[in-house]
Nanobody, 128 residues
Framework: EVQLVESGGGLVQAGGSLRLSCAASGFTFDDYAIGWFRQAPGKGREGVSC????????YYASSVKGRFTISRDNAKNAVDLQMLSLKPEDTAVYYC?????????????????????RGKGTLVTVSS
């Protein structure tokens, strides 16, 4: 059974930081691009960050570039998202996702439209 389990969400004040983690199982992690997308209340999905199976240059949305850092650990089948300098507009449910056989940019797009695997999400709330 494929599972992606997110953790690390919570309530934080603006300017604070959180570290999201995603533990994967049930598929060959090394063969998949891994990423995060988010969905704020009443809004559509937004790609946040993605890293390919070859661990080349990650993708970051312009809204988070310079503040968020994605990292993957293939030995642990895990991916983290370090989030710094959080803003109220970062408030959303964050989902971990995995897509096979695509470049980083293609994988991010595929995750947003629901392809591949995804977790149930973790809520991040940033207060002003």
């Amino acid at each position: 059974e494929v599972q992606l389990v997110e953790s690390g969400g919570g309530l934080v004040q603006a300017g604070g930081s959180l570290r999201l983690s995603c533990a994967a199982s049930g598929f060959t992690f090394d063969d998949y691009a891994i990423g995060w997308f988010r969905q704020a209340p009443g809004k559509g999905r937004e790609g946040v960050s993605c890293i390919s199976d070859s661990d080349d240059s990650p993708y970051y949305a312009s809204s988070v570039k310079g503040r968020f850092t994605i990292s993957r650990d293939n030995a642990k089948n895990a991916v983290d998202l370090q989030m710094l300098s959080l803003k109220p507009e970062d408030t959303a449910v964050y989902y971990c996702a995995a897509v096979k056989g695509r470049s980083t940019a293609q994988a991010m797009g595929a995750m947003i439209v629901g392809m591949g695997y995804r977790g149930k999400g973790t809520l991040v709330t940033v207060s002003s």
